[in-house]
């Protein structure tokens, strides 16, 4: 008598580690990102005013730093053999390093160039924002063609990852306007997206270190 099959497992890494710990690390990045985009756009507004020229240019630029990012990223993740936890770990780490400083960078730029408009305006802002953006538009790239080279399955991987992600930011969105901006002030809050940084990129690290240890 044949023994009677066993339930399948859940999807799991090629290390054995489930695959919601990858979607949980992504869904704290997804609210620092937001955390930003929050505080940033009120600084950068605060600096250059609040008309209909600014909020386009701002909005702009975060658009296209994060298209560009995303193209480089997907660029990346297409390499054969790329550690890809581990470059998703130093993309989180340099966005927490440049989110902890951003606030007094945008300050003193701001102070420096007093009266600028137009074009300017746009240039300022796409320079300030450029190098974070893109590092947070790479980030879906690379978990993506990590999940996918785990599951086998894309339409799955891209939705659950795009679905938390998007939760992440949904969050934050809501907990910096009523909650962290009124109890923190912007410069904290920006502290407290570094700290979601930092402890996203060791979660990536640890999960990239621990794959590697337990690989047959």
Partial sequence: MSPTPSAPSPPTLQSGLALPYVYAVFF???TAALIYQVVWQRSLFAIFGVNIESVTIVVAAFMLGLGLGSTAGGALSTRPGAPLLRWF???ELCIG???AFSLHLFRWVGASTAGVGGM???ALTFALVALPTS???ATLPLL?????????NVGKAVGILYFTN????AVASFATAVLLLGKLGQTRTVYAAALANFAVAAGAFVLDQRSRKEAP
Avoid at 166 to 169: D, E, H, I, K, Q
């Fill in 28 to 30: 704290f990045s997804g």
């Fill in 89 to 91: 770990a130093a993309v």
């Fill in 97 to 99: 390093i440049y989110g």
């Fill in 120 to 122: 300017a305006v746009f």
């Fill in 135 to 137: 590092l947070m538009g």
């Fill in 144 to 152: 993506v063609t990590h999940t996918v080279q785990r599951s086998g």
């Fill in 166 to 169: 998007t939760l992440g930011s």
